[in-house]
């Protein structure tokens, strides 16, 4: 005596949908209007143009500009890019 089949319940193929709630997403093109000491972000260097040995006078004069606003942190920035520019100017990198 064969078994009855069980019966299957009629399975839709999705279920049913819900509104959908849009995700903020970040915007990572937009540029912040608000970037500097109070975020912990530096902007970046603006950029020197000239030859090397230029290029290291300029940062050096930037890290005297720093040195006398108090930023220490950014006089360092500076001298080290001057730093750079001096090695390539000798032909060290």
Do not use: I
């Not at 299957?8 to 608000?34: E, G, H």
């Not at 972000?41 to 005297?64: D, I």
Request: glycine share 6%; aromatic share 6%.
């Amino acid at each position: 005596m064969p078994l009855p089949s069980p019966r299957r319940k009629s399975v839709s193929p999705m279920p049913p949908s819900r509104p959908r709630v849009p995700v903020p997403r970040p915007n990572f093109s937009k540029s912040r209007s608000n970037t500097g000491a109070s975020t912990g972000v530096r902007p970046a260097p603006a950029r020197v143009n000239g030859s090397a040995v230029q290029k290291q006078t300029q940062w050096l004069a930037r890290a005297t500009d720093a040195e006398r606003t108090g930023d220490s942190v950014e006089a360092e920035l500076c001298r080290q890019y001057a730093e750079h520019w001096f090695r390539v100017s000798r032909g060290q990198e």
